[in-house]
T-cell receptor
């Protein structure tokens, strides 16, 4: 089977850096993805890691360690608009399974 | 491209009624997914299709749920009969497969179902 664990919520202040961790157990692992979902909206793709290491996309970076079955999403220079839920997801072939999500609250 | 299009956006129905949710994937995408989202259970994968063929329906909760993809541009998720515990947001997503090494899902806006 497949399972993912991530914190249920994180609070940070505007301009700060926050890291959201994700550990997973799965068979047939292809990669780890991150999605953002604002209240009332649909999940939108942020980043993907298939290999160990750090991937950077603007203010967002994502890290993967396949040997540790662990990854994280790093958000820098936090803005109020970053308040949302963040989901890690594991892909095995076409199948993508999502974690329960981390609710990020950004305070002024 | 208009993205993944779902209808209806909102549906309120009474227990026992049939519900049909519709999805038009992005043109050229060959995989389509149906997810259900609730506060208690998060984003659950119900079923996915590749080239219009159902590949894995192990997430479909009961026989009351069925999904079809008669062609590359249309899919339906049907619940018959509906129950209050089916109330959730149902998302359809599509992907063209591995692009730049990533399996990127594009989600529709969702169909919010309330069963009274």
């Amino acid at each position: 089977g497949q399972s993912l664990e991530q914190p249920s919520e994180v609070t940070a202040v505007e301009g700060a850096i926050v890291q959201i961790n994700c550990t997973y157990q799965t068979s047939g692992f292809y990669g780890l993805s991150w999605y953002q979902q604002h209240d009332g909206g649909a999940p939108t793709f942020l980043s993907y890691n298939a290999l160990d290491g750090l991937e950077e996309t603007g203010r967002f970076s994502s890290f993967l360690s396949r040997s540790d079955s662990y990854g994280y999403l790093l958000l820098q220079e936090l803005q109020m608009k970053d308040s949302a839920s963040y989901f890690c997801a594991v892909s095995g072939g076409f199948k993508t399974i999502f974690g329960a999500g981390t609710r990020l609250f950004v305070k002024a | 491209d208009a993205g993944v299009i779902q209808s209806p956006r909102h549906e309120v129905t009474e227990m026992g009624q049939e519900v049909t949710l519709r999805c038009k994937p992005i043109s050229g995408h060959n995989s389509l997914f149906w997810y259900r989202q609730t506060m208690m259970r998060g984003l659950e994968l119900l079923i996915y299709f590749n080239n219009n063929v159902p590949i894995d329906d192990s997430g479909m909760p009961e026989d009351r749920f069925s999904a079809k993809m008669p062609n590359a541009s249309f899919s339906t998720l049907k619940i018959q009969p509906s129950e209050p515990r089916d109330s959730a947001v149902y998302f359809c997503a599509s992907t063209g497969g591995i692009q730049s090494g990533a399996n990127v899902l594009t989600f529709g806006a969702g169909s919010r179902l309330t069963v009274l």
